[in-house]
């Protein structure tokens, strides 16, 4: 079993920049980065591969950036340019797959999520 800690999330003002950082207990295949608003579903945000190859969700790509380390079993998520829409509870995820992937169904385990919150 891999657990995962994020850390990072916080109280930004829209414009704001944020880091997200999700330790693994254990190296891993696929990571990946979802949220969650307040009432509505959970969405994907953005994923990498062992190797460093990645994928963005449309609405994001150009603000976020996705980045790894594996001799720390860390993956990163860099924020730019926050909006008050991209508050939301941040969870990090681990793919046994080996070729990137969007669906949350894919990913095995998760971590506690972290809290982003992008004031107006």
């Known amino acids: 079993q891999v657990q995962l800690v994020e850390s990072g999330g916080g109280l930004v003002q829209s414009g704001g920049s944020l880091r997200l950082s999700c330790a693994a207990s254990s190296s891993t295949y696929g990571m990946g980065w979802f949220r969650q608003a307040p009432g509505k579903e959970r969405e994907f945000v953005a994923a990498?591969?062992?190797?460093?190859?990645?994928t963005y969700a449309d609405s994001l790509k150009g603000r976020f950036t996705i980045s790894r380390d594996n001799a720390k079993n860390t993956v990163y998520l860099q924020m730019n340019s926050l909006k008050p829409e991209d508050t939301a509870v941040y969870y990090c995820a681990t793919s046994a797959l080996s070729r990137l992937t969007s669906r949350g169904n894919d990913y095995d385990y998760w971590g506690q999520g972290t809290q982003v919150t992008v004031s107006s």
């Open positions: 990498i591969t062992w190797s460093a190859v990645t």
